[in-house]
């Protein structure tokens, strides 16, 4: 119960990004004009949406304290979205809507990115605001084929869509440098400007660090991580990204192109676990109102992920830190979506469009020679409809989808399969219904279902040919499917604030999630997919937010969740909690804006255990609070230019919280800089 009081005394989500334009700077959280909402293909306020929808402004980014820099600490503040990051140099394993979080679909304008690898390569000061939509999203949107860590990536659970700026409302430049703890070093720059009709901006942000271990430690404080370092972990990240839309007329035609580069390089803390990683990701977009109420969109992207590692003799007999191998994952996915939505009679929304992705995926490996392990593609095309009808303060929504999506295999682990393709045909289908009875009060409810095929990672595995570490192949491994059934009201008790309510069941046959498969003591870390066979979730949402007054602002949520087994041919299996989903989650904050340019942000995270595996005998790792902060001075203010100078200490509370595969949080770190805008 303490634990309870405390996490809920603080927080919210609003702060001052050198980066914002004119318009994001008077953005209210409270006050959200026509925006496009994940659950849409058009603009439409956040109240004509059958969804569940939070909306995270560009002036609220700029306040959160990524400590690991990952997007994913972003929604962590929202009901039902649990990030665990591993560490800076590594992705997140956490959970949303109750599931892992590949049941979220994870967007940059309307397009699918990678729940893994995106989210800790984009940079958050090229986005305009999130979405955030909570509830089955698979009838508009696709599911991604990611090959790669945890696999394909489901919107059953619900969407984020990253929106890049668009429309420059003056010209701007914004600068930030930094230092902090583990000799971390960095710094940033973002420049926009309008040319007639095309606005454009571009950045780039370099950060280099001496990092520190972050596994885990026996009771006498002992290292006992599979990780083994040696010596501290250094890593270099550089971004660069650039933007560019022209406004073709005065309508909203307009034609757009985003690219993004990230070079992540460094060492695992041993001498021969040096790593270089390069991933790209690239969106173009058409959007042409053509007529008073018809809208055509046509969007297509690219994602590459190359990622290169050695592998030293750590697990050999003796163990030998002499270079073994260099390995590698080569993926990359070109998604494409063409929609067409036009208005049937005053404000009714008819949608059709068709999806389409291509995936590559391939592993290798090089001792004095390159030895290929898994090579293959897959495909999928998608064909949707949605209608949406406003009758009055009545909004119904209805639409179909028509999935095929088909796996053509080369070589698994360096040789022919037996089975070298196969496909997958499914309709899904979603609905919803949303009731405003007035300004204060509107109740909502939803259902939908999905499809998931396994991944190749999933079926062949990345373990190397010694049998240490790495990824255990399932050939027997199946489709799954679920259904998503959610309902909730949001209520406005009084002026400024906001009290929302959200319950949720999901239902999913032969779930497929990855597990931490137990090992010797002095074995790596392995991990494998499996199917879990019938699971189901259910869980509740309570979230309520005030703006006090122009000096005080704050925030608190709580989600609850069950999420567990319920039948499997495995006895053992049956009633074992879901590994990764917390049954329980506080996040709560609060905003201060002090006379004389000061400018205060307190966030409080309660997480309790989570499960590595699937079995009625494990055991869950420790629960744990997180409390960051955010203060900003304003030092200097004149026309047109700002200097501020800032300090963001992070797990204040200095808590080593231990996460799945022996990594650990390493406790209290803090940073602080300069930031100009003119």
Known sequence: MKRLLFSALSLILVGAPVVADDEADEANVYEMGEVIITGSKLPQTPGNVTQKISIITADELGSLVLGNGNLAEVLSYTPGNFANVLSRNDANWGSSGGLA????????????????????????WAFQRVEDQRGSASVLYPTYLAMDFAGNQSPLAGTANFILKERVGSTRTSASAYYGSYNTIGGRFFHQRAAGNLHLFFGGHHE??????????????NRNSWLNMDDDPEYEKTKMYMRGTYFLDDHGQRA??????????????????????????????????????????AKVGYRDYVRRW???????????????????????????????????????????????????????????????GN??????????????????????????????ISHDIDLLQGAPPNETSNSWNKVLYSAGARYNQSDELSV????????????????????????????????????ESGTSIDAGANFRPTEGVQVGLRGFNIVIDDQ?????????????????????????????????????????????????????VKEHLDENQVGAKINFVPESAIGAGVHLTFSQGLRATVTVQSYSGIY???????????????????????????????????????????????????FADPGFSVNGGLMVSF
Request: charged share 25%.
């Open 612 to 662: 590595q595996d699937i079995n009625k005998d494990a055991e869950p790792l420790d629960g744990y609070i997180l409390v960051n902060a955010r203060l900003e001075q304003r030092v200097r203010t004149q026309d047109g230019y700002d200097l501020s100078l800032y300090l963001e200490p992070y797990n204040i509370t200095n808590q080593a919280f231990e996460m799945p595969w022996q």
């Open 444 to 479: 909502f409810a939803n259902i939908g279902t999905s499809f998931k095929a396994p991944s190749l990672k999933s079926v062949g595995g990345t373990v190397p040919p010694d049998g240490k570490g790495g990824h255990l192949p399932n050939p027997d491994i199946k489709p």
């Open 512 to 564: 497929i999630v990855q597990r931490v498969v137990p090992v010797a003591e002095d074995d790596p870390a392995q991990s494998q997919d499996i199917n879990a066979g019938n699971t189901a979730t259910t869980g509740l949402e309570l979230e309520v937010s005030h703006r006090l007054d122009e000096t005080v602002e704050w925030f608190a949520n709580y989600t609850y969740t069950n999420a567990e």
């Open 208 to 221: 280099d660090s001496d990092y520190t271990y972050y596994g885990t430690f026996d009771d006498e404080g």
């Open 256 to 297: 757009s192109i985003y690219a993004h580069r990230t070079w992540h390089t460094g060492d695992a803390g041993r001498i021969n676990r040096d790593f270089g990683h390069t991933y790209t990701t690239l969106n173009a977009g058409y959007t042409n109102p053509f007529a008073d109420k018809a809208t055509v969109q």
């Open 101 to 124: 979080h590949t049941y979220k679909g994870y967007m940059l304008d309307g397009l699918p990115i990678d729940s893994f690898v995106d989210l800790q390569s984009l940079d958050s």
């Open 310 to 372: 050695e592998e030293d003799g750590i697990w050999e007999d003796p163990p030998s830190r002499e270079l073994r191998s260099e390995d590698g994952v080569d993926q990359s996915v070109i998604p494409a979506d063409f929609s067409l939505s036009i208005i049937t009679r005053e404000a009714d929304v008819l949608t059709v469009g068709a999806d389409y992705q291509l995936a590559s995926y391939a592993t290798s490996r090089e001792t004095g020679e390159i030895s290929p």
């Open 375 to 404: 090579d293959a593609t897959a495909t999928a095309f998608g064909f949707y409809a949605q209608e949406e009808l406003r009758l009055d303060a009545l909004i119904l929504r209805a639409g179909a989808r028509y999935n095929i």
